[in-house]
C-alpha cells in the first residue's frame, strides 16, 4: 500500500498550489479520501474530505471557499487544489485514505508534502 503526495512548495500569500496523492496497492474507489495539515507545534488537523465515490465533500471551517478536493477513481488520485493562501496555511499536508468495516476497517497515510506561504 502506498500513498504518495506531491506538489507542495513554496508560493507567496494570495498564491495557488495543487497537491495530489497517487494511491497504489488498495481498491481506492472504496476509500473515503482527507487530506490533513500539521504545522509545527500543532496538533495534526482535517482539512477536507471526499466520499469514495466523490459525490459528498466537506472541509475545515477555516479552508471553505479557499480549498476544493477532488479525485479521479480511474488515476487512483486524490487532489487538493488550494487558492488564496496565507501564512498560516504553512504545514506538512498528508493523505489519508480510510474504510470502516464491521469490526474495523483500513487505514493509510501518506509522507506528506511541505507546503510553505510566505513572501
Known amino acids: 500500500v502506498q500513498l504518495v503526495e506531491s506538489g507542495g512548495g513554496l508560493v507567496q500569500p494570495e498564491g495557488s498550489l495543487r497537491l495530489s496523492c497517487a494511491a497504489s496497492?488498495?481498491?481506492?474507489?472504496?476509500?473515503?479520501m482527507r487530506w490533513y495539515r500539521q504545522a509545527p507545534g500543532k496538533e495534526r488537523e482535517v482539512v477536507a474530505f471526499?466520499?469514495?465515490?466523490?459525490?459528498?465533500?466537506d472541509y475545515a471551517d477555516s479552508v471553505k471557499g479557499r480549498f476544493t478536493i477532488s479525485r479521479d477513481n480511474a488515476k487512483n488520485t486524490v487532489y487538493l487544489q488550494m487558492n488564496s493562501l496565507k501564512s498560516e496555511d504553512t504545514a506538512v499536508y498528508y493523505c489519508?485514505?480510510?474504510?470502516?468495516?464491521?469490526?474495523?476497517?483500513?487505514?493509510?497515510w501518506g509522507q506528506g508534502t511541505q507546503v510553505t506561504v510566505s513572501s
Open positions: 489519508n485514505a480510510r474504510r470502516f468495516l464491521p469490526g474495523g476497517g483500513y487505514d493509510y
Open positions: 471526499i466520499s469514495s465515490g466523490g459525490d459528498s465533500t
Open positions: 496497492g488498495f481498491t481506492f474507489s472504496s476509500y473515503a
